[in-house]
């Protein structure tokens, strides 16, 4: 399956209406996480035992393109979320609609620029719950 058409939205975290999608989205992360594997080996057990801890999801960095052109331009709107420290709900969907549901506090980051070159900005995540996945309804 392609990324293309892969959408995220935000609303105010608690918040009941429908997430708003943040325009211009050109790339999305990986999703998931990878637990710490926690050794726990007794006195009696002849080779070392492990179980697995707490996830770590790693970096979650959506790139866009750059447009700042009203108020309501997510380049704005997420650094204003970003000064403010707000944690939001975010949505990702997929194209076969795949959902991926969670609270984050985000940073942005803009990018360079040079002759021919496209200006873009890094919305990354910290998250602030588990990562809900809603799997699409059987057609």
Known sequence: MLANGAKLGYKKKGAGEDYTDLTGLKEIP????????????????????Y???????GDL??????????????YRVMRLAAATKEVLSFCE???????????AQVSVKRSGGGVNGVMEWDLNMALQS???????AAA
């Open 93 to 103: 969907t997929l194209p076969d609609g795949t959902k991926y549901e969670y609270d």
């Open 51 to 57: 179980e697995f801890g707490i996830g770590d999801a």
């Open 30 to 49: 990986e999703l998931g996480d990878d637990p710490e594997k926690v050794e726990n080996t007794g006195l009696a057990d002849k080779v070392k035992q």
């Open 130 to 136: 588990e990562i809900k996945v809603t799997d699409p």
């Open 61 to 74: 960095t959506y790139k866009f393109k750059y447009e700042n052109t009203s108020e309501t331009s997510p």
